[in-house]
């Protein structure tokens, strides 16, 4: 027997592919602003949301253009642009609790010709940039979602005519999915792809561009779903728009909102009067709401916010104001089988509405937190919104899953306090193959052990009534590395601890904290050094140790 000691720093790996229904998890949506979530840690893992959404415009960002021509590629612009440095950070520090989208923003509207053809010089840069984009700082390796374009409907279109290349769009969509497969392949990237965001489905019946992306959607084998704007005008939009794109176009894949809103519906009433509620709570009758929303601004800055209680009975004095929106969407997501869902999180000061005045759109009454008109709470986070806030938690609260981590031979679950204990734990693998356990009355976590490597799994909570409580299908993580490595990660109210890429020769292997032996789910790794000790069947041991960061 001979002892191999080997000391390395700890690597956070990703290599995940979800494809689940019936999750209707909730997220985070920065959207262009990808460099906020690494300042919102916090917050993020407070809110226990499991996704995070940004995007970013390629056009603006990383392309050459001259007289309505893509002419090159920024790419020092895209191995230094530090957003995306610090969106792969903040995926690093929150951990495989929390997955990642990004959506590639590519507007065709200020090209002389809209879309370039597959195969043409023009095509072929934004296909560079992109590939270039998901190299730079392990991007492919640290999202779980790609998104190929934001709102093609109304970024497709010639500014002068009005009219969109909805059949060079589609062609487009095609040949994207396809590179997109290929560099997977190559590079051993797990990331699902995505074609939208369409938005106004439901409204814009005339659109060319909008059957053109469902079309691609529904026929070609690499794309795993459709993501589906809804900024409504009234409430029951939220409905006809899901409605129109599973009963209407037949879309049975995954269904993503990565932004959903009632802003159109505020947004007629921002120069509106006070009345009656501004002159019995200090203000003026005649106020107008941008006026008072810069006042509130103002003191939330000046370290004297208003009360949220004041904000919300603002809100709530008015008849238009929808209230409740937040929940109304939530369950139309629920029926119509969504997958993710990701709202607006945070709203701070400045940014593009630094004043709002009587054109300003209400974009920002749809975050979760409030800090611009609420300041800060006395931990040091952002005010909650009291519009929006009580039906966020709710929702999570009631939840059946808190926290979900797959690994490559486990797959960790937090059940959340929605969840009903009587229910049984059904893991079916890709031979139909099944397994059932019971839940722990007394844990609140699961940890389905003995898994493979690289496979696709159905895990379900199945109801005494043989009724689905929660489905979700996975894959387990491939090995990526020819060497064994030690992992921990917050998952979570716990730290979970794992071996990754165990070659086929090893007869078992006991995880220690400061030399006492522990489990793969911790409350707390308390001590200083986790290690392994990994025997082989011929006896020799291996051990692997890192410190415990702090």
């Known amino acids: 027997m001979y002892m191999k000691v080997k000391a390395f720093l700890m690597f956070v790996l990703l290599f995940l592919c979800s494809m689940g229904t019936k999750a209707q998890e909730l997220g985070a949506n920065y959207n262009e602003n990808i460099d906020y979530p690494i300042t919102e840690i916090e917050m993020l893992k407070k809110s226990k949301v499991t996704w995070v959404r940004g995007f970013v415009n390629v056009p603006q960002l990383f392309l050459q253009s001259e007289n309505g021509k ?9 191995r230094t642009h530090i957003p995306t440095l610090k969106y792969i950070q903040a995926k690093k520090a929150l951990g495989d609790q929390v997955k990642f989208m990004l959506s590639l923003k590519i507007p065709f509207e200020s090209y002389t010709d809209l879309v370039p053809e597959v195969g043409s010089a023009e095509m072929e840069y934004i296909f560079t940039a992109v590939k270039l984009l998901l190299d730079t700082y392990n991007m492919a390796e640290n999202i779980d979602i790609l998104v190929m374009g934001n709102e093609p409907e109304f970024e497709n279109k010639n500014t002068t005519t009005g009219e969109s290349d909805a059949e060079g769009y589609k062609a487009f969509l095609h040949e994207f999915a396809n590179r997109l497969t290929t560099w997977k392949q190559e590079n051993g990237w797990t990331f699902d792809i995505f074609a939208g965001a369409l938005n106004r489905v439901s409204e814009l019946l005339g659109s060319t561009t909008v059957p053109a992306v469902v079309s691609v959607v529904n026929t070609n084998p690499n794309v795993v779903g459709l993501d589906l704007h809804i900024h409504a005008q009234y409430i029951e939009q939220a409905e006809n728009d899901l409605k129109r794109i599973r009963n209407y176009y037949g ?27 501004g002159a019995n709570n200090g203000y003026s009758a005649t106020m107008k709401l941008y006026e008072y929303l810069n006042t509130v601004a103002e003191k939330a800055s000046a370290g004297t916010p208003v009360t ?23 369950e139309k997501f629920k029926q119509y089988d969504t997958y993710a869902i990701t709202g607006r999180f945070s709203v701070v000061p400045g940014g593009a509405r630094a004043v709002y005045d009587a054109s300003t759109e209400m974009w ?19 005010t909650p919104s009291p519009l929006v806030y009580p039906d ?20 960790f679950i937090q059940w959340g306090t929605g969840v009903d204990k009587t229910c049984q734990l059904v893991v079916k693998d890709e031979s139909g193959n099944t397994t059932s356990q019971a839940l722990s009355q007394d844990a609140n976590y699961t940890l389905i052990e003995n898994l493979l490597p690289g496979k696709s799994y159905h895990i379900s909570l199945v109801k005494t009534d043989n009724s689905v409580a929660w489905e979700r299908d996975i894959k ?9 490595m030690l992992k921990y990660q917050q998952a979570g109210d716990y730290m979970l601890v794992q071996v990754l890429n165990l070659p086929g020769d090893v007869a078992s292997y006991k995880m220690k904290m400061d030399g006492r032996e522990i489990g793969s789910v911790n409350q707390s790794l308390g001590g200083q ?5 990994i025997t082989y069947n011929d006896g020799s041991v291996e051990t692997l140790s890192t410190s415990i960061v702090k």
Do not use: C
């Open 364 to 382: 920002e009454l749809g975050g979760i937190y409030l800090s611009r008109y609420l300041g800060i709470d006395e931990d040091g986070l952002y």
């Open 308 to 330: 949220s209680s004041e904000f919300q009975s603002l809100f709530h004095s008015f008849s238009w104001y929808p209230k409740n929106w937040y929940t109304t969407f939530y």
């Open 251 to 277: 879309v049975t894949k995954k269904i993503i909102s990565t932004e959903f809103s009632m802003v159109r519906a505020l947004n007629p009433y921002v120069a509106t009067t006070l009345g009656t509620w």
């Open 70 to 78: 893509i002419v090159g590629v920024k790419e020092d612009a895209i």
């Open 392 to 411: 966020f938690i709710a929702i999570q609260n009631g939840q059946s899953v808190s926290r979900f981590v797959e690994g490559q031979k486990e797959i």
């Open 476 to 484: 387990t993580k491939t090995k990526v590395r020819d060497f064994p």
């Open 529 to 533: 050094v986790l290690s392994v000790d």
